[in-house]
């Protein structure tokens, strides 16, 4: 149904064929004045303090109508940057639903009143909730593009047709091009020749940096040519025909299956960056103004009116059109409630799957001899990527052979522990699979494919370099289902070999840091230290609906005292529920990871001395843990000691102490003990770590000083 101005509703919009007629250039001038005359009110609601923060998208809403409008929302995939109102818009998202975020409303679709204004999310339109840390996206949107792949030739059995293909956009400012992810992501999107396209709307400026000190050569273009398969386009994102064309082709190219594009749109930023910075302090005057006479809105109005399209009445008409609706949305959103209290917590987990609930509590099914833990984990592995044609496992060295012509002529690899060995030649190399290795590159591309539906568990080699992947981990997939209010979710496993005493490992493959992780809500954190636990703590991780850190001693791999007999396929142990190792009356000592078997060795040499028992409790996951076998312990021995592996100033044993002072004080005979490392790391010479890392004989004094208060 046509408008009063006679514009076309999006839906009866011609499909694109490679020249734009009348309609699409009025839509396409709604969309642009749309966008502007939002960005203008939310400037005025700022000022009048009706709304919280504003971020313009003044200056690229030619590129991105033009995008908005080429592309298919519910079919292709978006994952835009805060500056993309207009590309929103001509998606489907509508000015009451931005209105609705500015004002932190309790029914902002996108979030729910969690995010800041133009933090976009759409599970409807397939645009994926969007973040504020620059140049994240790109990664996502790899493993996005890959899973979409991946789901139509391994779980649909029917490969999209070429020039058909599903397209994944991602777009960012020209800033974000110098985060390390965004060559990573290039990286990835060429070696695989997926359907990306990368949307760089270069407006000259990061904040304050202009681009000659932001980009080598001032071209993002120029520096990304060389990459393999990567159709590299530079346009003028302020002309919406130049626009439309050259993202045709881009597309074109990406729906063919031909691999990734990349097009380098450039724009203006005639707003300041936000309302919290002042452009005039670092952009002279005169740039300004010619950015002002650049306008893509005023120069499409010049061209509709020159080619005939339509007069100054029809354009005077559209405006009222989106004035009159900007208004009816502003008084709406100003009416609406803000989010009710005592929902903060709401969706940091699942709400409809619990790991710690008894659906996940099973009984084991003893078979076969006793195995290592690294056996069981793989062994685990195994039988659910049988139960589950979801599970896709890859990061560095995890599969037999990357060049799969070799499998019959050599072992295999199966990574650097063997916990994946066998894991490729059962399930191939679309399901198992190498990376390069770029830590943030298989957390981020877990996440997109996470998103997707699929069940990544993927493999950081070790603990020490996990770090490249925390931006993605804390600020990414820790977040993304409470950020979206429940609209996207990213349940996925990412399995870490952790720790010291291996004499040698020194600084860079001997630490510990779970505490780091602990302390990010929306995390699962879990620690297993036998075998048994380990078999049925990952089947847990893998069938809970959310993000689990999955810390494997390396240590404890291939000991054999803490073996077990395969458990069976069904076994399940319940996050945050601890197991009690050795009854006792008078201690207790709070462990986990390679402490218990410590804990249990300096008990037994107290109690060949004393008259006492000492009870250790291994809290198997870190978070949750199980505060109430805690209680219920220390209730009964009124004497405690927490002991960890990791430094002890800042360890995770201070939160458990610290609550057990707070609540059970009154239970304490005794000060509460503590076990940890020295506040240094771990060294090479095995003389250097013992001292540094817990021994028994450590633990062995501090119950002997415990039960001695």
Not at 280 to 297: F, G, M, N, T, V
Request: glycine share 8%; with cysteine; aromatic share 8%.
């Amino acid at each position: 149904m046509a408008t009063k101005s006679g514009l076309l509703q999006a839906s009866e919009i011609p499909a694109p064929t490679g020249r734009l007629g009348g309609d699409q250039f009025l839509h396409a001038y709604h969309n642009m004045y749309l966008s502007r005359r939002l960005d203008d009110r939310e400037i005025i609601l700022k000022r009048r303090n009706q709304i919280y923060f504003q971020v313009s998208g003044a200056g690229h809403e030619a590129i991105q109508t033009a995008a908005g409008m080429l592309l298919r929302p519910g079919y292709d995939w978006f994952y835009p940057y805060y500056r993309d109102r207009a590309l929103c818009l001509a998606l489907g998202v509508t000015p009451l639903d931005m209105l609705l975020q500015a004002v932190g409303a309790g029914c902002d679709p996108a979030s729910g009143g969690r995010q800041m204004p133009t933090h976009w999310s759409s599970p409807r339109l397939n645009v994926v909730t969007t973040s504020s840390p620059t140049g994240t996206q790109f990664l996502q949107a790899v493993g996005c593009a890959h899973a979409g792949r991946f789901r139509a030739r391994q779980l649909d059995g029917q490969p999209q047709e070429r020039g058909h293909r599903e397209v994944v956009l991602v777009c960012s400012g020209d800033g974000a091009t110098s985060e390390g992810e965004f060559w990573e992501s290039l990286n990835a999107a060429c070696i695989e020749k997926l359907p990306v396209l990368f949307l760089i709307e270069d407006n000259g400026y990061a904040i304050s940096v202009p681009i000659e000190a932001q980009t080598a050569g001032s071209s993002i273009s120029r520096l990304v040519r060389s990459f393999p398969g990567l159709s590299v386009h530079e346009v003028d994102g302020l002309d919406f025909p130049a626009s439309y064309r050259t993202l045709e082709q881009a597309i074109q190219h990406c729906r063919g299956g031909a691999g990734p594009a990349l097009v380098h749109a450039h724009t203006t930023r005639p707003y300041a960056h936000s309302l919290s910075d002042n452009e005039s302090l670092y952009k002279p005057l005169a740039e300004r103004k010619q950015e002002a006479e650049r306008d893509p809105i005023r120069r499409l109005a010049e061209l509709i009116e020159h080619q005939g399209i339509a007069d100054q009445n029809t354009i005077f008409t559209i405006h009222q059109e989106v004035d009159d609706e900007i208004q009816q949305a502003v008084d709406e959103a100003l009416k609406a409630e803000p989010p009710r209290r005592g929902s903060a917590k709401l969706y940091l987990y699942s709400p409809d799957v619990d790991p710690s609930s008894a659906g996940f509590e099973t009984e084991p099914v003893l078979s076969g001899n006793p195995r290592t833990m690294v056996d069981s984990i793989n062994a685990c592995l195994h039988g659910e990527m049988k139960r589950d044609p979801r599970i896709i496992v890859f990061g560095e060295d995890v599969a037999d052979v990357t060049r799969e012509q070799h499998l019959d002529s050599v072992q295999g690899k199966g990574g650097v522990f063997k916990a994946t060995l066998g894991l490729q030649r059962e399930f191939g190399k679309r399901r198992v699979f190498n990376t390069p290795i770029a830590e943030a590159a298989i957390v981020g591309r877990a996440i997109g494919m996470a998103i997707r539906g699929l069940k990544p568990v993927v493999e950081i080699q070790f603990f020490d370099y996990i770090w490249p992947a925390m931006m993605q981990i804390r600020d990414e997939l820790a977040t993304i289902r409470w950020r979206s209010h429940d609209g996207y979710s990213a349940p996925m496993v990412v399995r870490v070999p952790i720790g010291g005493y291996l004499g040698g490992g020194a600084i860079y493959h001997s630490q510990s840091g779970e505490v780091l992780f602990t302390h990010i809500p929306g995390l699962r954190v879990v620690f297993p230290s036998n075998a048994r636990d380990a078999n049925g703590l990952l089947r847990t991780a893998i069938r809970c609906e959310d993000p689990v850190l999955f810390l494997e001693h390396k240590k404890l791999y291939r000991e054999t005292y803490n073996r077990s007999a395969d458990p069976g396929p069904g076994y399940m142990v319940p996050f945050g529920k601890a197991r009690r190792v050795k009854q006792g009356e008078d201690l207790t000592i709070v462990t986990y990871g390679a402490l218990v078997h410590r804990s249990l060795q300096a008990a037994v040499q107290i109690e060949k001395k004393q008259d006492v028992s000492i009870e250790v409790l291994d809290l198997r996951s870190l978070s949750p843990y199980d505060w109430d076998a805690i209680e219920e312990s220390v209730t009964k021995t009124n004497r405690v000691i927490v002991a960890h592996e990791d430094c002890l100033s800042f360890g995770y044993g201070a939160e458990i102490s610290a609550r057990i002072a707070s609540e059970l004080f009154d239970r304490l005979d005794a000060p509460i003990g503590r076990i940890g490392a020295e506040d240094t790391w771990v060294a090479y010479h095995p003389q250097l770590e013992r001292e540094i890392l817990p021994q028994v004989e450590d633990i062995e004094r501090e119950i002997e000083r415990v039960l001695g208060y």
